[in-house]
């Protein structure tokens, strides 16, 4: 006896720190795991790293050159000796091109503005990650809803199948509707499968974003209502507001090209030199020479080609604003429609909620109190029940496309 005792303690104990294990996860909470851990936002942090490094050497000079030469030494050997005055030696020439700053402080520029590229794709590829995370997170919040459905209508249909039977003696029950009713509970059987493969399903998605093991296990809210957005009907006619990051880093990317427009117009700046030999020559004194150098970009066979490349970047930039008005135009609609299409489907659900869903258990009740005082019939009352069961199961259906519409219209105003 003592023995079964522990073992029942430890059971208990077992299985409390199971319970314990096993954390609530809100929808904050999921976004947060997957802001700090997903692979593919510290993509986005080490480029920026990158840029920056890069930025860093970007006012840079060319390294010197240094050169050794012989000077005015003759092809025969032997007049070196014999020539009256000989002027053969060596030479060290050193020499040191000077960028114009003008161009040093717009190669700069045009690489820290990719840096501004890069955080606006940070924050859209974000919003792309919780939008995934909302879908896989109402779709197990669903699934579970309708477990519950199905638990509590699988309990009521196995009493009445047991009273159903026990009145079959007294020739108080139809047979085939007992038949009918034990074919409706398998098939409710059948449904729990597939509603815990979509709770499955659903788990690992979550569990993939947040970057764990595919089978930790978690909870989530039990209780969620979706938001009222209605207000937003009155604003989403205003276009000022589509400041998504997605349109805000195609901007950045205009910005960007504009930034490497002006660098490659500094090429009609000149750039600069300077260059310094010492010649040491046999039987004369030690020379040295300093001179200056300055390039002529502004030749006709050399302006050109950064004449062209400019010319090139602005037909690109006048691209890149089209596709950004263009983005603008489908951020606009795509707004404009899922609110509206939320607007409605949330009255939808409403009805259920009130008047649907009431009435058909209304009806229920009524049927299942008339067939207790054997003044009923089983098949209207099993058809009673199945009917509910549906309106139920419609019911969370639709609240899934309220919560659908609510997360594609969260990421199209990018609200996180």
Same mark, same amino acid.
């Given at each position: 006896?003592?023995?079964?005792?522990?073992? @029942?303690?430890?059971? !208990?104990?077992? /299985?409390?720190?199971?319970?314990?294990?096993?954390?609530?996860?809100? $929808? *904050?909470? #999921? =976004?947060?795991?997957?802001?700090?851990?997903?692979?593919?936002?510290?993509?986005?942090?080490?480029?920026?790293?990158?840029?920056?490094?890069?930025?860093?050497?970007?006012?840079?000079?060319?390294?010197?050159?240094?050169?050794?030469?012989?000077?005015?030494?003759?092809?025969?050997?032997?007049?070196?000796?014999?020539?009256?005055?000989?002027?053969?030696?060596?030479?060290?020439?050193?020499?040191?091109?000077?960028?114009?700053?003008?161009?040093?402080?717009?190669?700069?520029?045009?690489?820290?503005?990719?840096?501004?590229?890069?955080?606006?794709?940070?924050?859209?590829?974000?919003?792309?990650?919780?939008?995934?995370?909302?879908?896989?997170?109402?779709?197990?919040?669903?699934?579970?809803?309708?477990?519950?459905?199905?638990?509590?209508?699988?309990? @009521?249909?196995?009493? !009445?199948?047991? /009273?159903?039977?026990?009145?079959?003696?007294?020739?108080?029950?139809? $047979? *085939?509707? #007992? =038949?009918?009713?034990?074919?409706?509970?398998?098939?409710?059987?059948?449904?729990?499968?597939?509603?815990?493969?979509?709770?499955?399903?659903?788990?690992?998605?979550?569990?993939?974003?947040?970057?764990?093991?595919?089978?930790?296990?978690?909870?989530?809210?039990?209780?969620?209502?979706?938001?009222?957005?209605?207000?937003?009907?009155?604003?989403?006619?205003?276009?000022?507001?589509?400041?998504?990051?997605?349109?805000?880093?195609?901007?950045?990317?205009?910005?960007?090209?504009?930034?490497?427009?002006?660098?490659?117009?500094?090429?009609?700046?000149?750039?600069?030199?300077?260059?310094?030999?010492?010649?040491?020559?046999?039987?004369?004194?030690?020379?040295?020479?300093?001179?200056?150098?300055?390039?002529?970009?502004?030749?006709?066979?050399?302006?050109?080609?950064?004449?062209?490349?400019?010319?090139?970047?602005?037909?690109?930039?006048?691209?890149?604003?089209?596709?950004?008005?263009?983005?603008?135009?489908?951020?606009?609609?795509?707004?404009?429609?899922?609110?509206?299409?939320?607007?409605?489907?949330?009255?939808?659900?409403?009805?259920?909620?009130?008047?649907?869903?009431?009435?058909?258990?209304?009806?229920?009740?009524?049927?299942?109190?008339?067939?207790?005082?054997?003044?009923?019939?089983?098949?209207?009352?099993?058809?009673?029940?199945?009917?509910?069961?549906?309106?139920?199961?419609?019911?969370?259906?639709?609240?899934?496309?309220?919560?659908?519409?609510?997360?594609?219209?969260?990421?199209?105003?990018?609200?996180?």
């Amino acid at each position: 006896m003592k023995r079964i005792s522990l073992l @029942l303690i430890g059971l !208990l104990v077992a /299985t409390s720190l199971r319970g314990q294990d096993t954390v609530r996860l809100s $929808l *904050p909470q #999921v =976004f947060e795991h997957i802001d700090e851990t997903y692979p593919q936002l510290r993509l986005y942090q080490n480029r920026i790293r990158g840029v920056r490094a890069l930025s860093e050497g970007a006012k840079s000079w060319m390294p010197p050159t240094v050169s050794l030469a012989l000077d005015q030494f003759p092809y025969r050997k032997e007049m070196v000796e014999t020539m009256p005055v000989n002027l053969a030696g060596y030479m060290l020439s050193l020499e040191q091109m000077i960028p114009n700053p003008a161009k040093l402080n717009a190669r700069k520029r045009y690489i820290l503005s990719q840096e501004n590229v890069l955080r606006q794709e940070e924050k859209w590829a974000k919003n792309v990650l919780h939008y995934t995370a909302r879908v896989y997170y109402y779709r197990r919040y669903t699934a579970e809803k309708k477990l519950m459905v199905v638990s509590e209508y699988s309990d @009521l249909l196995r009493m !009445l199948i047991t /009273t159903a039977k026990d009145r079959y003696v007294y020739n108080q029950s139809d $047979l *085939p509707t #007992v =038949f009918k009713a034990e074919a409706l509970l398998s098939e409710l059987n059948n449904m729990e499968t597939m509603l815990r493969s979509q709770v499955a399903e659903s788990s690992i998605g979550l569990n993939t974003l947040m970057s764990r093991d595919v089978d930790t296990p978690f909870l989530i809210d039990s209780v969620l209502q979706p938001t009222d957005y209605q207000r937003d009907l009155a604003v989403v006619a205003d276009s000022s507001f589509l400041k998504r990051s997605d349109i805000l880093a195609m901007e950045s990317r205009i910005q960007s090209m504009r930034s490497n427009q002006r660098l490659m117009a500094t090429g009609a700046k000149p750039d600069f030199g300077i260059q310094f030999n010492h010649s040491q020559m046999n039987e004369m004194p030690n020379t040295f020479s300093v001179m200056g150098m300055v390039t002529i970009p502004i030749a006709p066979w050399s302006s050109r080609m950064y004449k062209s490349e400019v010319r090139s970047m602005e037909f690109d930039i006048r691209a890149m604003e089209n596709e950004k008005a263009t983005m603008q135009l489908m951020a606009n609609q795509m707004i404009r429609e899922k609110i509206t299409m939320l607007a409605y489907e949330s009255r939808q659900l409403q009805n259920y909620q009130t008047t649907i869903i009431p009435a058909y258990r209304n009806n229920l009740q009524s049927n299942l109190l008339a067939y207790r005082q054997n003044t009923g019939n089983f098949f209207v009352l099993l058809d009673a029940w199945n009917m509910l069961l549906m309106k139920e199961m419609e019911r969370i259906d639709k609240l899934g496309q309220v919560f659908n519409l609510q997360a594609e219209y969260e990421y199209q105003r990018e609200i996180n």
